[in-house]
């Protein structure tokens, strides 16, 4: 897909959408995105610009719990609109004034391609940078949550691996999460679907608020 080519009409993924797979720069080397995302989550999150305070605390942030991440079969890859030389420039200023090396891979999307690709350019917010943005692409490559945030206003990593959690536990156990939900929390029993599912459901060890809201352990 030719994202660059302004006439040619382009609707953005959105979730339940297939990630669309690109080749690109990185701090790594170049990678063919399938090829690196193969069997596992992926959070592929933007930045507006190397060498920006907010963004220095973010993308830290991920570096710092890049573990737990790690931990979750979950794979980080940053992107912004710099090039490779400004995002090593940074990696190294960032690791000697912080002692934190940010190890996983930043593409380097001078040509805006990626960024295009997937919907990260808000012109009405700057049409030179990406927003902040995180995709979580699970392992058969489908986009199931996208977060854009503004250019002044810093993400939260607690909620990124809060929902992360949620969507994995949600895709194991067939519950869905609640308000609020935080790892350990009683989880929703999706609704019945047959009078006999309904039934069923009295004689179950659920904590019933309604027929239609009953909550379990996991
Ligand atoms: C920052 O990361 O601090 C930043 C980046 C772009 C615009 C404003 C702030």
């Known amino acids: 897909m030719d994202t660059n ?33 193969k069997d596992h989550w992926v959070i592929l999150f933007s930045h507006p610009a190397d060498f920006t305070p907010v963004c220095t605390t973010e993308m830290t942030g991920f570096a710092v719990r890049e573990e737990e991440f790690t931990e979750l079969g979950t794979k980080l890859i940053g992107l912004s609109i710099d090039s490779i030389h400004s995002h090593l420039a940074w990696i190294n200023s960032v690791n000697k004034s912080m002692g934190i090396l940010m190890k996983f891979p930043i593409i380097a999307d001078l040509d805006m391609k990626v960024a295009r690709l997937y919907g990260m350019i808000a012109p ?22 996208i977060m854009h945030y503004p250019h002044n206003v810093g993400r939260n990593m607690d909620e ?6 949620a969507m994995q536990l949600s895709d194991k ?7 609020d939900w935080q790892p350990g929390d009683k989880v929703v029993v999706p609704p019945p679907r047959s009078l006999e599912e309904m039934q069923e459901r009295e004689k179950s060890d659920y904590e019933m608020v309604d027929f239609y809201l009953a909550k379990r352990d996991v």
């Open 173 to 179: 156990h067939k519950v869905v999460l609640p308000l």
């Open 160 to 165: 990124i691996i809060r929902v992360l959690k």
């Open 5 to 37: 080519n302004q006439d040619i009409p382009y609707t953005p993924p959105r979730i339940g959408d297939d990630a669309p797979d690109f080749e690109a720069l990185t701090t790594i080397g170049r990678i063919k995105f399938s090829e690196f995302a």
């Open 124 to 145: 009405g917010e700057s049409d030179t940078s990406a927003v902040r943005a995180v995709y979580f692409i699970d392992p058969k490559m489908k986009i199931k949550l």
